[in-house]
């Protein structure tokens, strides 16, 4: 079985917002709703000591999700390979896993009144594709890829580099992963 | 929920199409069934983008066919810019359009019509090979502020303009007024990737930019002072004798010349000039000279510099002469034009354009070197040296705010129709209020777009354009490479728009040009482009589905064998062109167009200094501001200013703001960065609001936060050489709108 996880390379990270905006335009979403913002943090220092760094987010795909635990419907599920998602005719908007979410990655659709979030595009990941957010990072600051297999990338990145999970106290074992440098 | 569509099913095809919001142009691969794009994704296997597309580029299929598009020939009925258009046919727009081309030209000679043109979303070879025909040498185009007289400059001095760099085998990269992080991205990946190979990157800037923050040396530069550093570099280089002797010796002219001349620039004059210390100026000047190979890439800020932008074009080609950066591996490669398929320049029809029009050509009087005089003067050095000569059109163009002021004076003769594609004036060139006027009171325009832009809404005729997804393209650097990249149209143009290059060719069709014109289709004449090239392909799609991508072998140290485009077959570094021109053979210091040291009264009542050029993602010179999905990013224009600046103003983060030069004044909103410096202030530039009225007197609010009303195109701002305008390094002052006053600015 596969393990999937993205890793961000914040080093590369330059803010361009293209993964924000392809996969809103990928998943249809409304205007309001925004699987994967990128914050600027910076520049902070004093002109001209300075630095920035850009921090992409989206649903972390934790291994221990609160979301999946808290869902009353059983809309919210993991998969056996991590990926986390939400089935939309189960969903009844109670926006329980909304509120049990720490990384804030889940908003309703007014549209439709289910709860979306990023799903790895799990259709794509079926068809052997990159999430269309990895592809189309010019920067390569994402990297996607199966944490089970010792050949790939994102094994090596979280095996040979400095990586950080946000909110790790949290114990939720999330598998987006964050290189600082 | 993802909409996903199935891509496997029966019927789709896969179309090697590209992005055409910027000049990158990725490569898109475009999923179409029955005529239709359903879905498009970067093209994996293209050698640049390699998948990647930014935000502009995911939003190509929102742009093919949003509400806004004008999709069918509009003709003016009632009042200039009242906004009441009627939908005709194109053949009867086509020979309206042709019968008062027509009229013009027997009245008051070809020359009263001229064309303005954009940023290589066109075919524009096309536009010149109708205009020449037509008889008139009064093209123009915004290339002025961007590349155009680097090239121009760069070639009198060795021969042709570097435009390649072979970064592979670098070990230095000056990235000169240049910001990849947010205007040319698939770059940017590849200087990342070589960053960890150990490719030291120097970033010269005013600006803290998404770049800067990732180089190993930030010059923080004053803004408009690029001439004073290039000076005091290349007096480090050879004062503390950093550069090549060998090659100096070998294959330059006039170092002696060069070095007395240059004596005086010591980094220690820089500095205060500058705003860099001593110390940073020479640590950046070996950190270049010494870490060989090594490059300067183009960046479009010395292009946008005004009065000292020729200048700092040739003190800064000076470095890499001096160092021996030319066309050795890892170093700024002299590739010359195509030899292998037909050039820009050859499908222009140059020769047609008889010498007595030439002569006509606006701003050529003033400014020799991107008009007739000096083009035809280096296009035949070119074409003695490799055999053909770099594209007119761009290289060669009326001084568009002399046409614009002779729209408006009837001097130096009356300026009767303008013929606009694929730009929009009023935000894209300098003096915004002078440029606005000189479009309200042409007798005769028309203006081929996308979109109804308010230079659009003043025209007597709109004709529709595809745009990407619906057009074939080839790149190559403005037909200044020897390479091409080739994308083939992933649909027939919807509705009724049309290539532009169909609309130059129907015009050329309606006006005894026939013969001049064989190609039915764009595919076809690109086909006879690429057939020398020896592919054996039947079209120009299938060269496309085949092989796409032409990259002739590399030959390094090219001037052992041919020696360099000039008179004296050697680098001049003191330029006999140049001088032959009138010009100054070795650069001369000139401050910016404003500044504190030459006007101490201006900069009393204008104390701050002001960067006009600031292009930002997600948008693209004057585009996409009706696009909701980049929107988003960036409702608002905003202006940066340092905390301490605002503070002292009593600014606070997200105010409105007015910024006012002696030229007028715009609104835009404060952004409080410690990016700039204290004393400086960028504006973002292109701003207009498509959501607005198009009609007069509101006109989408062109002039609102338009940039360009800042900016001057006064004679004595233009470069003497180019006649590039000043966008960079002047004064102003910013004060917070209040209630009462924030609704001027039309
Ligand atoms: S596309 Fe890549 S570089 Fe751009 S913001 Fe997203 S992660 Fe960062
Ligand atoms: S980030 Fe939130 S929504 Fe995503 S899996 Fe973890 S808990 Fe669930
Ligand atoms: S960088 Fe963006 S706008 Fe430019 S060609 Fe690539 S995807 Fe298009």
């Known amino acids: ?181 | 929920m993802s909409k996903s569509i199935d891509l496997q099913q029966e019927g789709i095809e896969v179309k090697k199409s590209c992005c055409y919001f910027c000049h990158q142009n990725c490569g898109v691969l475009a999923y179409v069934k029955d005529g239709k794009v359903l879905a498009i994704e970067g093209d994996p296997s293209y050698p640049t983008n390699e998948g990647g597309l930014c935000c502009r580029g995911n939003i190509a299929l929102k742009h093919l066919d949003h509400p806004a598009r004008v999709n069918y020939p509009l003709k003016r009925v009632g009042k200039r810019g009242e906004g009441k258009w009627e939908q005709i046919p194109w053949d009867q727009a086509m020979d309206e359009i042709a019968a008062k081309l027509a009229a013009i030209r027997d009245e008051f000679g070809a020359e009263a019509v001229a064309t303005a043109g954009g940023t290589s979303r066109t075919d524009d070879w096309a536009r010149r090979r109708f205009m020449n025909m037509f008889g008139s040498p009064n093209c123009f185009h915004n290339s002025h502020l961007c590349w155009i007289p680097t090239f121009m400059v760069e070639t009198a001095i060795y021969g042709w303009c570097p435009f390649d760099l072979d970064l592979g085998a670098s070990r230095c990269l000056v990235l000169w007024g240049q910001n990849p992080g947010a205007s040319s991205m698939p770059e940017m990946h590849h200087i990342r990737e070589l960053q960890t190979k150990g490719l030291k990157v120097i970033v010269i800037d005013p600006r803290f930019t998404e770049t800067a923050a990732k180089a190993d040396l930030w010059l923080p530069l004053r803004p408009g002072s690029d001439l004073a550093l290039a000076l005091a570099w290349v007096n480090v280089i050879i004062h503390e004798g950093l550069y090549d002797a060998e090659f100096v010796t070998e294959y330059c002219e006039g170092f002696g010349e060069l070095a007395d001349h240059v004596e005086q620039f010591t980094p220690e004059w820089a500095a205060p000039l500058t705003w860099l210390t001593p110390e940073q100026i020479r640590e950046s000047a070996y950190m270049y000279a010494t870490s060989k190979p090594g490059n300067i890439q183009w960046g479009v800020a010395i292009d946008q510099l005004g009065k000292s932008a020729g200048a700092a074009m040739h003190a800064r080609a000076l470095l890499r002469a001096l160092t021996g950066n030319l066309d050795c591996p890892g170093s700024d490669l002299l590739t010359g034009p195509s030899q292998d398929s037909i050039t820009d320049e050859e499908m222009e029809a140059n020769d047609m354009l008889p010498e007595a029009q030439k002569a006509k050509q606006i701003g050529a009087d003033r400014f020799k070197l991107i008009t007739w005089p000096g083009y035809g003067r280096i296009a035949e050095l070119a074409k003695k040296h490799w055999g053909k000569a770099p594209t007119a059109e761009w290289m060669c163009e009326a001084h568009p705010p002399s046409v614009f002021n002779a729209i408006i004076t009837g001097e130096p003769y009356q300026i009767k129709a303008l013929l606009v594609s694929a730009t929009n004036p009023v935000n894209s060139y300098g003096q915004s209020k002078m440029t606005l006027e000189a479009l309200r009171k042409v007798d005769f325009m028309v203006t081929c777009e996308y979109w109804m832009t308010p230079t659009a809404a003043l025209s007597d005729y709109v004709l529709p354009i595809a745009g990407a997804l619906e057009r074939p393209t080839i790149t190559n650097s403005y037909g200044c490479a020897d390479f091409l990249l080739c994308s083939q149209r992933a649909i027939q143009p919807m509705y009724e728009r049309r290539n532009d290059y169909n609309f130059w060719r129907d015009l050329g069709m309606r006006m005894g040009q026939e013969e001049m014109w064989p190609w039915e289709t764009v595919e076809d004449a690109y086909h006879y482009r690429i057939e020398p090239l020896g592919y054996g392909a039947e079209s120009y799609d299938e060269f496309v589905d085949l092989y796409r991508f032409h990259f002739p072998e590399r030959e390094y140290f090219k001037y052992k064998r041919i020696g360099f485009g000039t008179p004296s077959g050697k680098v001049e570094l003191y330029s006999s062109t140049l001088k032959d021109l009138g010009y100054p053979p070795l650069p001369e210091y000139a401050g910016p167009v404003e500044n504190e040291l030459d006007d101490p009264e201006l900069a009393k009542e204008y104390p701050l200094v002001l960067t006009t050029g600031n292009g930002f993602m997600p948008f693209h010179h004057s585009e996409h501001f009706q696009i909701k999905e980049l929107r988003f990013l960036r409702h608002e224009p905003r202006v940066e200013i340092n905390p301490a600046t605002a503070a002292e103003l009593g600014i606070a983060d997200e105010d409105w703001v007015w910024i006012e030069t002696r030229r007028g004044r715009i609104k835009q909103k404060a952004a409080l960065t410690q990016g700039v410096a204290p004393r400086v202030i960028v504006t973002e530039r292109g701003w207009w609001f498509p959501e607005r009225s198009m009609a007069e007197p509101e006109l989408g609010g062109c002039l609102e936060s338009n940039t360009n009303v800042l900016t001057s195109v006064d004679d004595e701002h233009c470069d003497p050489f180019s006649g590039t305008w000043a966008n960079r390094g002047l004064l102003c002052k910013v004060y917070k709108v209040n209630g009462a006053d924030a609704k001027e600015g039309k």
């Open chain 1, 1 to 181: 079985m596969a393990r999937y996880a993205m890793v961000f390379d914040i080093r590369r990270c330059i803010g361009c917002h293209s993964c924000t905006v392809a996969c809103r335009t990928k998943n249809e979403l409304p205007m309001d709703m925004i699987y994967n913002p990128v914050t600027t943090v910076g520049p902070t220092g004093v002109y001209p000591n300075l630095s920035m760094v850009h921090l992409p987010l989206i649903c972390m795909h934790c291994d221990n999700p609160p979301c999946v635990d808290a869902c009353p419907t059983g809309a919210s599920q993991r998969r056996d390979d991590g990926i986390v998602f939400v089935e939309d005719k189960k969903c009844v908007g109670c926006l329980a896993c909304v509120m049990a979410c720490p990384y804030g990655a889940r908003v309703k659709n007014h549209e439709s009144g289910a709860v979306q979030k990023c799903d790895f595009c799990k259709d794509r990941v079926d068809e052997g594709k990159l999430p269309y957010c990895v592809l189309t990072c010019h920067q390569k600051a994402r990297v996607f890829g199966d944490l089970d297999d010792e050949t790939s990338e994102v094994y090596k990145l979280v095996n040979g580099e400095r990586t950080v999970r946000l909110l790790a106290e949290l114990g939720t074992e999330p598998y987006a992963f964050y290189i600082y440098g």
